[in-house]
């Protein structure tokens, strides 16, 4: 039973502090930075919802997690009854209660939030999560009786990983095609150590490996083989220790799942782009948290040497917050995020931003870069910036940039990163005839089943919205898996 206070009570309590790094020490080291709930703080916090009747947190979960099911199990003491329920609705709990924008879904909608601080919902569900695979280990849930059809998912990202959580658990057969050697697209590539830990990804991807999910790296669809291939034949050439197992030959498969999300970076097209050092954000960040180039030599990747060099990142999303924040552990002495809004319009977290500035990034926000400078040998040496002030609102209803005339002024700088936003790779365009794209290269889908116009092909994730967030692409896996489930089992098939 819940605890005996009265609402009135729950709503004194205060929200529980989660205890994090100190910034001092963090900076020097890739260590997570938040430490999590302590089952004292984990149940204190539990203890401040309110158990509303007609809870309005779950409108705003893209995966619809029984928020306030959990919540009274963890008040309850009972973490692992919690660790079910949420498992219910979302495999991957401890990657979403660390980088989920709770702040803005969830939580924006707590009753609670109204006259108070939210419930910390995200924080509950990483305590619940860590608390199963550090007590006793993932336990995996019942599987439906095997159906015998097949899915093909494209990317093991957290939308096709979350498709393939459901598809696999309905009695399907599901192999995961990944273009990297490393399973869990922006979760293993993008998002450093120090804000999700990769043994953390790993864990939860080695639960859907238990259920019996098939992943295939090295494989990227459009070259290895193409969507029409996959359907038609399965694999041409099943990759090495692969072969002989369940799917991967025998016939094609009965549906597609598209997940490849938006993996192409964008650059600002200003002269100098090209000098040596300066890198896209997803060339940065891959080469330090895939490749670990953090600890070169021991790794055979290298990246620019930021010891005691200026460090630029432009851009003002979670992107750029990870990669000026890397920069410093990496020993920058000044790391500057140049952003050209104000920090009102910036889209990274809260969160984020006040990590960034605890750690000693200085933000130069309404300025814009017009120009790199290079020395002889092609080396950066500096960057050209032109301050803004903000207009009116453009189409996205946050302010616009306004160029002010003769404003321009010289920043020295050793290194820049380019973090501003992703747009989509071609390839699954230019090798799959039938499938519609936007003229931005995303996937056209009907937003309540994510069918394509290709029978039997469904797409979700930053490939049908652009660059968007976890829980978002989670939700479209979610929703597709239910759509392809319901396409497999239509009566001619
Ligand atoms: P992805 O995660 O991009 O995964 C797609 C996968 O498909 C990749 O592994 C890719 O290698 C693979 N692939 C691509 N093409 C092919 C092919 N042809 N064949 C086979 N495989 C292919 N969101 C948040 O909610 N919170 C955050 O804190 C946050 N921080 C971020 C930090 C960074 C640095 C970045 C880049 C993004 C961040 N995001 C964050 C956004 C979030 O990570 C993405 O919205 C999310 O990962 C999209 O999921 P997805 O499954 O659609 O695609």
Redesign the pocket.
């Known amino acids: 039973m819940t605890e005996k206070i009265t609402n009135k009570e729950r709503m004194k309590i205060p929200r529980q502090v989660m205890p994090e790094q100190n910034p001092a020490e963090r900076r020097n080291n890739f260590n997570e930075v938040n430490l999590g709930f302590t089952e004292e703080l984990a149940k204190m916090e539990a203890l401040r919802c309110i158990q509303c009747p007609k809870p309005t947190c779950i409108e705003g979960c893209p995966v619809g997690v029984k928020i306030g099911e959990f919540i009274a199990l963890v008040a309850e003491g009972d973490f692992l009854g919690a660790a079910d329920k949420m498992k219910e609705d979302n495999l991957l709990p401890a990657i979403c209660g660390r980088?989920?924008?709770q702040e803005e879904q969830c939580e924006i909608k707590c009753v609670v939030g109204k006259k108070n601080e939210p419930v910390a919902i995200g924080r509950l569900e990483r305590f619940v999560a860590d608390f199963e695979r550090e007590t006793i280990g993932i336990r995996t849930p019942n599987l439906k009786p095997k159906t015998r059809k097949k899915v093909a998912i494209?990317?093991?990202?957290?939308?096709?990983l979350s498709c393939a959580g459901d598809l696999i658990q309905m009695g399907h057969d599901v192999t995961v095609?990944?273009?990297?050697h490393e399973l869990g697209?922006?979760?293993i590539y993008?998002?450093p150590e120090f804000r999700l830990p990769k043994a953390i990804v790993k864990a939860e991807i080695d639960s859907l490996k238990n259920l019996g999910v098939e992943f295939v790296t090295n494989?990227?669809?459009?070259f290895t083989d193409t969507i029409d291939e996959l359907m038609q034949k399965g694999i041409s050439s099943p990759p090495a220790g692969k072969a002989g197992s369940t799917s991967l030959t025998q016939g094609g498969y009965d549906a597609v799942f598209i997940?490849?999300?938006?993996?192409l970076p964008y650059f600002l097209n200003v002269p100098g782009e090209n000098l040596n050092g300066v890198y896209s954000?997803n060339e940065f960040?891959t080469r330090v948290n895939l490749m670990k180039a953090y600890r070169f030599p021991e790794f055979d990747t290298p990246v620019f040497n930021c010891k005691d060099k200026n460090v630029a990142v432009f851009g003002g999303g979670?992107?750029a917050m990870?990669a000026v924040r890397t920069s410093k552990r990496l020993g920058a002495k000044n790391a500057y995020i140049i952003y050209r809004r104000s920090d009102i319009e910036m889209p990274a977290?809260a969160e984020e931003i006040h990590h960034a500035k605890e750690e000693g990034i200085e933000f130069i926000l309404l300025s814009n870069p017009v120009e790199f400078i290079g020395d002889e040998k092609g080396w950066l040496n500096s960057v050209k910036l032109l301050k803004m002030e903000l207009g009116e609102p453009d189409s996205s209803g946050r302010r616009r940039p306004v160029p002010i005339q003769g404003s321009e002024y010289e920043l020295p700088i050793d290194m820049a990163v380019i973090a501003i936003g992703n747009g989509s790779?071609p390839?699954?365009q230019k090798t799959t005839p039938g499938l519609d794209f936007n003229k931005w290269g995303n996937i056209l889908v009907d937003e309540a089943t994510m069918k394509t116009s290709k029978p039997g092909v469904f797409a979700g994730?930053?490939?049908v919205t652009g660059?968007?967030?976890?829980?978002l692409?989670m939700g479209a896996g979610r929703k597709a898996a239910k759509a392809i489930n319901e396409y497999l089992n239509r009566p001619s098939v």
């Open positions: 980088v989920c924008p494209v990317g093991s990202g957290p939308s096709g095609f990944e273009a990297l697209g922006v979760l993008g998002i494989a990227v669809i459009g997940a490849v999300g938006a993996g954000s960040l979670n992107t990870d977290r790779n390839i699954i994730g930053d490939i660059g968007a967030t976890v829980i692409a």
